[in-house]
């Protein structure tokens, strides 16, 4: 199992920009693929951005041209730079890390989340 630590949530203003962090610790040899998710109230998680150790990229669509996720497989961290940010980008983000496919990917990891506040 592995462990993860995330930081860099907060309360911005449209337009504005965060940066996300998590760390990994514990059995590093799990985290292949290593993302983030998030939930809006009253929403489902949903998945908004992944890397594998090799540097392949999956990002939703509603993400895509204005967050940009980046990986230190030394350091196993990941970070989420999250631009242009809109109220709708309004949730609990979730650090995840797995063994699967990118494409078919299903975390076995999870942080504890770190809150996101897009509003003026």
């Known amino acids: 199992q592995v462990q993860l630590v995330e930081s860099g949530g907060g309360l911005v203003q449209p337009g504005g920009s965060l940066r996300l962090s998590c760390a990994a610790s514990?059995?590093?040899?799990?985290?292949?693929?290593m993302g983030w998710y998030r939930q809006a109230p009253g929403k489902q998680r949903e998945m908004v951005a992944l890397?594998?150790?090799?540097?392949?990229?999956r990002y939703a669509t509603s993400v895509k041209g204005r967050f940009t996720i980046s990986r230190d497989n030394v350091r196993n961290t990941v970070d989420l730079q999250m631009n242009i940010l809109k109220p709708e980008d309004t949730a609990v983000y979730y650090c995840?890390?797995?063994?699967?496919?990118?494409?078919?990917?299903?975390?076995?990891?999870w942080g504890q989340g770190t809150q996101v506040t897009v509003s003026s």
């Open positions: 514990g059995s590093v040899a799990s985290t292949y693929v």
């Open positions: 995840n890390a797995g063994t699967t496919s990118i494409w078919n990917y299903a975390p076995n990891s």
């Open positions: 890397m594998t150790s090799g540097g392949i990229t």
